[in-house]
């Protein structure tokens, strides 16, 4: 009886807006590499999504394309009813769109607090000379974002090592405080690449728990690639499944489970 | 009872420090990297905010309130909130599992209470269905709260936008009942660690608590320029005394550190001018530098060792104002500038007048080095129900063994087993509705009996030895004091915990807990790999060297006359940590002895029939309350021993 979870329910209850990123028919090659083809999901206000899929399916060159590192020869992009192909990284970065990298992108000889503060910098205003004499607007601009960068570190709870170089942290930190760094841009969709890997059970958890409450209380969309089954189940509102470049499945977790291609794909099928 | 009136009262001292000194900071507290400071003048203001929406919402004189959390100033103020109401803060401490809140909650019959985050109202409502008479919780930090709709919560801020409204309606409320306070009303119920059986609430009344604080801050003369790190336990009596008492009297200013984890950095910046940590704390700082010096460049370790030695040649007797020659005087001069101040500048304790330990022995090596370094640092002795107030060590009269002379105002006499009895103006009124239980400690002359073995020395300093209850007698007649020898193993730094068993039997055999920095910075430097906590403890090595501690503690027993015939002869190292959490330790961390000996009996039974190895399985249970096991085959290994002198003179 004790042990009775408190009357509250995360996901069950929260609502998802309309779509708004559109993927629509995305081919991707890479000379004669087919890394996409002919895929099409969409990503709802507030959800999380999840891409799921074998190693070399192309999960992080589809995340790639959303946020225009890779510009497909096929199909379109619709962000918030704008049609595109494809689109350069500073303005995906500027339309809302932030990341996280599977093998951590941090300046490592910087501090977290630095780190953290290089996301703002497409919001930065003042011009160089005003930001280097720290005078005026600058000045004013500069106490705005370093406030914006400590709601996220309390938010993350890493206020211990605010003053500490992000290479004299474990892993797991790290990958913290790279989500604080994209968090900090104020992003409409945030894309987490294996926000997961390589860490232990504790730090996986916290790692959940972080994610949901920035899909909860900051109103983030969240689209994901994790190869831990358990969590992807546990956190996401839809999940696509992808094999060799191609879709092979989409829908609640639920669904995902009990699809035949899918099941086939991971645990393989006698021939 | 007439002039009972006019004694002071919390919430009076609070009204009176707004008038006094209404523009000096009064509470401090880091949010989103900045310090925000509350003056006592926006203090009063809050308070009476915060006590008239207690109000509101139905809490009256009489009633407890539970406050649950870390060190922030609003989980204060809503001590003086209940206080400035006729009702009781009851702290608790944060970090117990809901169920062992549950016997708190219940034994004071908790119906409102104060908490700081989702964390703490979880384990309340988890305990809702158990408990149903908690009906008003209300939560300082608002994170994570969204999505609870439960009638009985409400937000501190919306408690206090309640209170302000109740404050306009009812004018002259607040006053009245602030005037309505008696000092011999309850301030506080402290509930006790439960060392020996089920907790019991401490009840100090606004007299006891305020006279505490009044003894302890004209004994060091302290201002109200001091500046104070709160970061100990709030259900603890030494937070209670510093944060509460004394920070009331002398009107000084209370800082909340950030957060658990940044407490060190938080140290530095706000440079504490008195400051209180227990003898672990003072052993990890040390332990720290020590591990960072051997990293050190060899011409840094040279400078480093050089002046350490002439800080101990010299440094305590400085500090305590005796001749020193002049040669001296000027080394340890240039070792200011050159290590002991940029180190006290580390550590954070450059602005340090006075500091003070309790709760544990400090080790002899330890409490000289902080001394020899320039840090005043005394030890206190004292319990929940004195309010860890008996004994002072007056300055430049500091002996590291001893507790110090009785303090102003309090009365020390030696039971004849031993026993510490005290009276003082500090003594508690009794444990909360439980006169039974008040009867077996406070004699009918108003001595409290402390239930420690003492003695005084020639120079009527006060020397701790054991619980009276824990001095046992060996067959052969013996006196068995464990935690005296615990203590002597436990300040070499390899060794975090020890329970030694010895009462009614014919030798001493001991369990010994590693400290896992200690012994791993250890390994690692002889090139030792090991995978974890369990495998470390279990290897030769780790064993040799935890041997060679017990040898060098059985040589210094060996020329004690009284204690000669305790030397340890077998020992074995736990696979596990002894932990609070699995009810081994309590929260302030000490050793519950019969709990430890009736769950690990196949161990103690091994150590006395001479095996040489012993497999246990122990049942563990982690920080959000689930359980596992873990399991281990323990060696065990005997030590060698020095015949004993005191039979043979």
Known sequence: MLMNEPDVHF???????????????????????KALTDISFDVKQHEIRAIIGPNGAGKSSMLNVINGVYRPQQGEIIYRGEHRRGMDCYEAAKSGIARTFQNIALFKGMTVLDNIMTGRNLKMKSNFLLQALYWGPARREEIEHRKKAEEIIDFLEIQAIRKTPVG???????????????????????LLDEPMAGMNVEEKQDMCRFILDVNDQLGTTIVLIEHDMGVVMDISDRVVVLDYGRKIGDGTPDEVRSNQDVINAYLGVAH | MQNNTAMPTFPRRLVQHGAVRPDKPAFREKYLGIWQTWTWRDVNAEVRALACGLAAIGFQRGMNLAIIGDNRPRLYWAMLAAQSLGGVPVPLYQD??????????????????????????????????????????????????????QPELISFAGLQALGREYDRDHPGFFEAAVEAGRGLDSAVILYTSGTTGKPKGVCQSHTALLAAGEGGV?????????????????????????????????????????????????????????YFAPPRVFENMLTSVMIRMEDASSIKRRIFSHFMDVARRCGAQILDGKPVSLLDRLSYQLGNVLVYGPLKNVLGLSRVRVAYTAGAAIG????????????????????????????LQPDGNIKFDSVGLPAPGVEVKLAANGEVLVKSPATMSGYYHRPEATAEVIDADGYFHTGDAGVFDSEGHLKIIDRAADVGKMNCGAIFAPNYIENKLKFFPFIKEVVAFGHGRDQVCAFINIDIEAVGNWSERRGIAYAGYTDLAARAETYGLIRDCIEQVNAELAADPLMDRTQVHRFLVLHKELDPDDDELTRTRKVRRKFIAEKYAVLIAALYEGKTSQFIETQVKFEDGRTGSTSADLQIWTSKTWPALGLAA
């Open chain 2, 96 to 149: 117990a599992p809901a169920a062992d809140m549950a016997y708190v909650l219940q034994d004071a019959h908790i119906q409102y209470a104060i908490v700081e985050d989702q964390e703490q109202v979880d384990k309340l409502l988890e305990l809702k269905s158990l408990y149903p008479h908690v009906a008003h919780i209300a939560y300082d930090d608002e994170r994570g709260m969204r999505h609870y709709h």
């Open chain 2, 364 to 391: 002899p090596d330890l409490f000289r080095f902080y001394r020899s370094i320039g840090v005043n640092l005394k030890q206190l002795y004292g319990s929940t129900e004195t309010c860890a107030y008996v004994c």
């Open chain 1, 168 to 190: 004299r942290l474990p892993y797991g930190l790290q990958k913290r405080v790279e989500l604080g760094r994209a968090l900090v841009a104020e992003p409409e969709i945030l």
């Open chain 1, 11 to 33: 996901g069950t209850e929260r609502k998802t807006g309309p779509v708004i990123l559109d993927l629509k028919n995305i081919s991707l090659s890479f000379g004669g590499v």
């Open chain 2, 218 to 274: 004209a004994f060091d003369q302290l201002t109200d320029d001091e500046d104070i790190l709160s970061y100990l336990p709030m259900a603890w009596v030494g937070d209670c005394l510093f944060s509460l008492a004394q920070a009331m009297v002398a009107g000084f200013t209370v800082n909340c550190p950030e957060s658990g984890d940044t407490v060190m950095i938080d140290m530095r910046e706000i440079g504490p001018t008195c």
